[in-house]
């Protein structure tokens, strides 16, 4: 996968982070962590952009919370995955 195609995805994982904040679905960054595998250290690593999310965390999101993979993946269609 492209370096930048990999970034977009990172910010895109990093929106749906303050997305979920703001529709209420999670209180705090450690839950979400929780929820999508990710260490809470390394939350403030993919902010900065020293790593990336993985397969598993995103997996772990679009499960969890209903996040569209096509959102998260292509940045197309809505937030939410339809049924």
Known sequence: MRTEQRQEIDKRFLKAYR??????????????CAKTALLPQN???????DLSCTVDNIYNLCTEFGVSIDWIFFGKGDFYAHD
């Open 43 to 49: 939350f403030s690593m993919l902010e900065r952009g």
């Open 19 to 32: 997305l979920l904040y703001a529709d209420e679905k999670v209180q705090y960054k450690k839950d979400f």
